[in-house]
């Protein structure tokens, strides 16, 4: 879904599924932000807002934001053998539409802020009733433990290589780190929620009194742990809910 200044900028579809788009109906001061909202869906939306951009600035506005909460591609932020460093050829094309800023939260990694101009990041505020928060693995303990003041534990998990299960968990604490503690596991991003449950588990196994889940970006493929996310010892779910899940019930 794609909005401008609020207003949805999808007008129709003609018959081979191409979009048609709103004009400006009202007349918006130059010299102001204007907003381009994208809630991503799919890369459908991506060339509706570029090409909203290109609309906006033959009409003149020089001070258009893209306001992207979820930004696609960040979790292929590197070279890896088997697959392209996408998010670079992405970040490109964000960059040739020269935004006057572009805002999203909880990027997967600093390559994300760094390969585009003009970005402005934020990160959810959390509550602060807990002891301690738990990072499920070290990538989020480095991340997070620069952005929250607050004492944290983190966890390690081991991989088969051949299927990608994990096959072992471990939480990086003493017991009494954990033991009757109220505890909030925190990360960015939730698909299957595989390692939320193993974490949930063995904090749960160590004594943790209380243990929540806040994550910033739901997938589609965690409706079915959404659901079910108490059966694994969480006791409450927490989110931004950056794309839009209708299952997903705001507390």
């Not at 001070?63 to 909460?69: E, F, G, R, T, Y």
């Not at 998010?87 to 939260?105: E, G, P, S, T, W």
């Not at 991340?143 to 607050?150: A, F, H, L, N, T």
Request: glycine share 6%; aromatic share 16%.
């Amino acid at each position: 879904m794609v909005k401008f200044n609020g207003v949805p900028i999808v007008a129709g579809v003609f018959p081979n599924n191409e979009r048609y788009y709103s004009p400006l109906r009202d007349t918006f001061s130059k010299e102001k932000e204007q907003i381009i909202t994208v809630i991503f869906e799919g890369n459908q939306d991506l060339f509706d807002a570029l090409v909203y951009k290109k609309y906006l600035d033959n009409l003149g506005y020089t001070k258009v934001v893209l306001n992207i909460p979820f930004m696609p591609y960040g979790q292929m932020d590197r070279n890896m053998p088997d697959k392209m460093f996408s998010f670079k050829f992405f970040a490109q094309l964000i960059n040739d539409a020269n935004f006057y800023r572009v805002r999203f939260c909880d990027p997967h990694s600093y390559v994300i802020d760094a390969a585009i101009q003009n970005s402005q990041v934020w990160y959810p505020s959390l509550p602060n009733d807990y002891d301690l928060y738990f990072y499920p693995d070290n990538g989020a303990a480095k991340k997070y433990s620069e952005i929250y003041s607050v004492p944290y534990r983190f966890g390690n998990k081991k991989r088969d290589l051949d299927t990608g299960e994990i096959i072992e968990y471990e939480v990086i604490a003493d017991g009494e780190d954990i033991f009757n503690k109220d505890i909030l596991i925190r990360d960015d991003i939730c698909m299957g929620g595989r390692t939320f449950k193993e974490a949930a588990r063995v904090l749960r196994n160590m004594g943790a009194k209380r243990v929540d889940l806040y994550i910033t970006h739901l997938m589609p493929q965690a409706e079915n742990f959404y659901k079910s996310y108490k059966d694994y010892g969480i006791d409450n779910f927490y989110s931004e809910n950056t794309l839009n899940m209708p299952w997903f019930e705001s507390k």
